[in-house]
């Protein structure tokens, strides 16, 4: 048995993601929850676990590329399937001359047959690039580079007159292979098709690379749809292969555009890892990161979109003071407890109760959430993250504490994976530690609701008629108006503040 | 009707206008169309079709004029009813005009004659219009508006329009057939018409500001048309200025200036054909503090949207190239921008301009020198239809192909051509340019022989220094 490891979805909003780095390579052995890969997307950079024991065959994305969510990565094998592949080729090369059945992978999915257009088109890129008769091989030679090469047949190495009979065996090698391997073989039919044009184009000398050109620009219908001539060559020239970009035209053709917005992302990311401090000099113009466009769109989609009201309450926290401080000196937990979590939970009991400030505005209908997932919105560089605390409603406060600063050790030393980062019903922006009186935040859509915590503040408050030096804290709620009215929003608040004047109630 | 609210109203149904009301009816908008005058605006009513119509005419003139002498087809005298020639072109537009009507009812918009006007970013107050049927309402409620006002013909200070001082409009409905004519501006309009009325004998005498006809065209194809003009018997006056016009006799005398020395030109009748405007006076834009730009076109941003975020504003109204297609081409853009499916953004490089006269010319991209001018490295070809077989066998062969393209990657930036159906050989340059084609790929397109289309190819493998055929 075969695997594909494909890009994984590591949050709401991610399309697409970098290898940053490989951590396992072809031949190393690869255990379930192992750290692979490491990943930067839009919100972050994090580590990429394995689903599934075994060897790690091929690397089909390399450091420092991007590809859409779902693009297959790399192809996890066991050993004994390691073993097969070189039968298969060999047991295929005994059907030579079966007809070519290219359609048994077309009824695959459409995404398979984007697929082999796609590395048909880097075949062609490549043998241009070659400038010599290889046209099948040189595919392998970039997508498997000698070092990670593994043992088994491939044609690498095939001289020109091994093309043609090699394009006869691999149709029979691909119904063989019907199994979830079989992307990889779907890219080599494609690469056939075009040989024996390429072969009738080439005899002896070799091409002139304009000549080249033009004959690769006829290979096959499905070719021209994915990138304009203008694109393909840009990109020939840059060096880059093209399945890494993501078109922009009809039908997602790559455009000269999407070529220069690549390459200038490429510029961008290399030129951010040399300057360090993010702040803007006077008068200069910044192109924005992933993450700034991430928070660029949806904090302008929430303004748009949401109807935003605001509720403001002060909480007295004074118990909430005594409360933390009596943990911390009975030890009665491990962990250090922080206003933070005593925040969370607070809320996370307020929102049991009131479902709706936990719920979702979708085609004209609240959404309630089975499960309270609370986000905190957590500073880093050039941008803030989401961590998020899943299943809140069931978690006692120290499990809380537990989870919060797991993400926020992960924030700061990267490594989110899995659902850290996505999947909140509810967001808490705490700038308390910022020191500031009160604030209001934006709505994370498609939340209902975000609280935002202020600074606790020592501030002259009444008590049993006395004016006293008191513990104050301001907290504001932005909720959704489509889904919550002013009562709803002030109930829920005061809810919070009576969690958290009567702090006893927290440790259930 | 007053009270219920529509997703769209929009003020004008010119091509901009009732294309977009269509488009938006496809995509489930309910829709409104306000129009002053005539269903389908200045380019069916008094622009691109009745003009089209008189060339027709004008080229069949010449045809026949042509037939003795290059077919050996002898004809005796030949006479012409010009008031049928009006005629047939009103006729054109008349039923063209209610097309656009019959079109709008079956694409279930509703057609209102009024002069329509914001009241508010939702409202477009409908003032009723003379000898038109009353509208249904004071003002319409819309969710979004969209103006397509378009422009209108450009007098010089101090002209008054009257006595055979006429613009296109006038001229389009004038059938009494000028013995002489001065025409005030060498753009598509002056071009065109002087064409037309050198076809019917009229004295032609065509006047420009500029140092070439067809400002803003490649300078070669415009020397080229000022030669072919010549060679018809028009009188081209190129870097003269307008002065006056004063009446003389019962026809004018047009002072000009070049260089400092003046002259004066009589004819029977003046053609001010000296641009168009944008009609943005009665809308009541300073309403909403919507702003203009330069040239008192409305300002908009990538989506169409004026400074007013509900109301909209596409066509002549907007920016130039003045041309329908153009105003067609981005009512549908911002239609299914509104839609949100749809990108904002709209490639004005890919508009294609066309003039009718004979040798028809046509262009789309960027011409050589502008080209330069944007700092782009690029390679021209040339091919003049005088190497193209079709070319030769219809004995049309004046006129050229020049297609240029960068350096780099032989990008299709820019197309003129000057010759005959040069209008219907653009379009293939057109299509080769949305697809961000190459001169490789138009090269080795096969085109058919014997066609004009292979002129194309051929400037195309030209640019590459790779000419079969030349």
Known sequence: ?508 | MAASRYDLVVIGSGPGGYVAAIRASQLKMRVAVVERDLPGGVCLNWGCIPSKALLNSAETMELIRGAAREHGIQTDEIRFDFKRVIARSRAAADKLSKGVRFLLRKNKVDYIEAQGSLLGPHTVALTPVAGKSPPPAEALEAERILIAAGSAERLLPGMTIGDNLMTSKEALLNDRLPGSIVIIGAGAIGAEFGYFYQAFGSKVTIVELEKQMLPGMDAEIAEELRKEFVKKGVTVLLGHSYQSAKRKGSGWSVGLNANGSETTVDADAVLVAVGRSPVTHELGLDKLGIELERGGFIKTDESFRTSCPSVYAIGDVVRPPLLAHKASAEGVAAVEIMAGIRQPGFDLLSIPACIYCEPEVASVGLSEAEAKRRGLDVKVGRIPFRANGKAVAVNQTEGFVKIVATRQYGEVVGCQIIGHHATDLISEVVLGKTLETTTAELGRSVHPHPTLSEAIMEAALAADGEAINF
């Not at chain 1, 063989?176 to 075009?194: I, L």
């Not at chain 1, 999407?258 to 510029?267: C, K, P």
Request: a negative charge; hydrophobic letters at 40%; glycine letters at 6%.
């Open chain 1, 1 to 508: 048995m075969s695997t594909e490891i494909t890009m994984p979805k590591l949050s709401d909003t991610m399309e697409e993601g970098k290898i940053l780095r490989w951590l396992k390579h072809p031949g190393d052995q690869v255990r379930h929850g192992e750290p692979i890969a490491e990943i930067e997307t839009d919100k972050a950079d994090m580590v990429m676990e394995a689903y599934d024991d075994g060897l790690l065959d091929e690397i089909l994305v390399h450091e420092g590329e991007s590809v859409k969510v779902g693009a297959v990565i790399a192809v996890l094998r066991s050993a004994a399937e390691q073993a097969r592949v070189g039968e298969s080729a060999s047991s295929a090369a005994a059907k030579r001359g079966s007809p070519g059945p290219f359609t048994a992978t077309k009824g695959d999915t459409s995404q398979s047959a984007e697929n082999q257009a796609l590395e048909a088109e880097q075949a062609e890129t490549q043998s241009a690039e070659a400038q010599r008769p290889r046209v099948a091989s040189v595919r392998q030679i970039r997508r498997r580079r000698p070092e990670e090469e593994p043992a088994e047949v491939s044609v690498d190495k095939t001289s020109f007159s091994d093309v043609s009979r090699q394009s006869e065996t691999e149709p029979g090698a691909e119904q063989h292979a019907g199994d979830n391997s079989s992307r990889f073989h779907p890219a080599v039919s494609a690469v056939q098709s075009a040989a024996p044009t390429a072969i009738a184009a080439a005899p002896p000398p070799p091409l002139s690379p304009t000549q080249t050109r033009g004959q690769e620009t006829s290979l096959s219908a499905e070719n021209k749809l994915r990138a304009s001539p203008l694109a393909r060559r840009a990109a020939e020239e840059a060096g880059i292969d093209l399945s890494q970009i993501r078109g922009t035209g009809p039908e997602g053709r790559i455009t000269k555009r999407d070529v220069d917005n690549f390459l200038r992302e490429q510029q961008l990311f290399k030129f951010r890892r040399l300057i360090a401090p993010r702040e803007g000099l006077p008068g200069s113009r910044e192109e924005l990161s992933k993450m700034r466009k991430t928070i660029a769109h949806r904090m302008a989609q929430s303004k748009r979109e949401i109807p935003h009201f605001y509720v403001t309450i002060e909480v007295d926290m004074e118990e909430a003071v005594k409360f933390k401080n009596s943990l911390e000196a009975t030890e009665i937990f491990e962990e250090d407890i922080t206003y933070n979590d005593i925040i969370i939970k607070a809320t996370a009991l307020a929102l049991s109760r009131y479902t709706r400030m936990n719920a979702s505005f979708e085609n004209d209908g609240i959404v309630i959430y089975p499960n309270i997932n609370i986000g905190m919105a957590v500073a880093v560089e050039d941008g803030l993250i989401v961590p998020v605390i899943h299943q809140c409603e069931q978690k006692t406060l120290p499990e809380i504490s537990r989870a919060a600063h797991r993400l926020i050790s992960k924030a700061a030393h990267g490594g989110f994976s899995g659902d850290d980062l996505s999947g909140a019903t509810f967001t808490i922006s705490n700038m308390g530690m910022l020191g500031v009186e009160h604030f209001a935040a934006v709505i994370v859509p498609p939340q209902a609701a975000i609280l935002a915590v202020s600074a606790v503040k020592d501030k002259p408050v009444v008590r049993n008629g006395q004016v006293v030096v008191g513990k104050t804290m301001m907290l504001t709620v932005a909720c959704d108006h489509r889904i919550i009215d002013g009562v709803v929003g002030a109930r829920f608040l005061n809810e919070v503040k009576r969690f958290l004047e009567n702090p006893a109630s927290l440790l259930v």
